[in-house]
């Protein structure tokens, strides 16, 4: 197994200040600034910022807010998490991140994905009931333009494109290029026909239950012709100097999040111990001592075989301090501890 590259993701979600109140939009998204430089000093190699469109997220602009973190941070690799590419355009998304690869020295990467949410459809004028054809065509799309050469291309979803070129190109290679799969074999095989690497959203459950997924990916790969990919895997989690910490201040943002988002879908609100069964050694929380998430995230990366594992840090109102705290833990004692239980077999 290569060394496992140990990133973040955050969604920008809305936090509370000391006296109970939302921050600000604003305020929230110059705090994601604040925590990518810590993450790009403590050594992660990648920070990603998703796409949302409403109230409790702050970030529906990725590529502009990674462009100010570009420009204060050094090594540390910058993308998306996920780019909604259903209901935007493929080749302002290539031009976005070919941008982004140019003003941050070759370190930026997008992750393509149809979103958990929908409010980008109606705000950008996209019918939901294409919600699997617009994905189709604009991924098919997107892999043409990523490859770099003057693009011919028609569909059903938009005009045609007759031998276009695209500025600015990458300047050495292709923009790395992730697709994010939630559970669905047919994206799989979708990632795998267009050489895209496979970042899996695990947020409930075992990990090992995504294994037949990713020896679909790698299945499909050789029957296809192409060479081995990376495969990712991002869950949520949180980070403090003990297990019962770390539980004890994600449990009422972890709730209320679940709560909220349960509301508009129908679920039930989520109990103790569901979360604790999550945050155990076989759910989708990476929760407690830099000890317990190390071997945790370590096991995973052997089960699946994985090249990057990413924790979703922001976790619904917690405060920022906290999550600096997670991010300050994460790299200086997760990374080191995991590289180590990996290198040792």
């Known amino acids: 197994m290569t060394k496992l590259e140990i990133g ?34 403590v050594g992660l190699a990648f920070f990603a910022v998703g796409e949302h469109h409403r109230e409790d997220f702050a970030v529906s602009a990725p590529e502009v807010l990674l462009g100010a973190i570009a420009s204060r941070t050094k090594t540390i690799h910058l993308g998306s998490a996920v780019t909604v590419l259903s209901s935007d355009d493929p080749i302002r998304v290539f031009q976005r991140f ?20 929908t409010e980008s459809f109606p705000l950008f004028g996209f019918d939901l009931s294409q919600y699997e054809a617009l994905f189709e065509e604009k991924l098919d799309l997107y892999a043409k333009v990523r490859a770099g050469t003057p693009v011919t291309w028609s569909g059903q979803t938009r005009t045609p494109l007759r031998n276009q070129s695209v500025y600015p190109p990458i300047e050495r290679g292709l923009l ?3 697709v994010g799969v939630g559970g669905s074999p047919e994206s799989v095989v979708r990632a795998a026909r267009h050489g895209f690497d496979l970042m899996l959203a695990i947020i409930g459950g075992d990990s090992a ?19 081995a990919l990376p495969v990712g ?29 349960g509301a508009e879908r129908g679920w039930p609100p989520p109990t103790r111990a569901q979360f604790d069964q999550e945050a155990g050694p076989r759910g989708a929380l990476y929760v407690g001592a830099p000890e317990t998430v190390a071997q945790k995230i370590a096991a995973t990366a052997k089960t699946l075989s994985l090249s990057r594992f990413e924790m979703k840090y922001s976790n619904g109102t917690m405060p920022h301090a906290q999550m600096m705290r997670s991010l300050e833990l994460l790299g200086t004692r997760v990374a080191p501890r995991v590289h180590e239980l990996l290198s040792s077999g």
Do not use: C, N
């Open 8 to 41: 973040v993701d955050t969604f920008g979600d809305r936090t509370r200040s000391a006296d109970g109140a939302f921050l600000s939009h604003a305020q929230v998204l110059r705090d994601v600034v604040e925590q990518a430089e810590l993450a790009d000093r």
């Open 98 to 117: 070919s941008t982004l690869d140019a003003i941050s020295s070759g370190r930026a990467e997008v992750i393509l994905g149809r979103g958990s949410f």
């Open 176 to 178: 790395r290029t992730w």
């Open 209 to 227: 239950r995504f294994e037949p997924y990713v020896a679909l990916y790698h299945r499909a790969l050789r029957e296809m012709g192409k060479d």
């Open 233 to 261: 895997v991002h869950s949520p989690g949180h980070l403090a100097d003990t297990d019962e910490e770390a539980k004890e201040q994600l449990w009422p943002h972890y709730f209320e999040m679940r709560k909220r988002i």
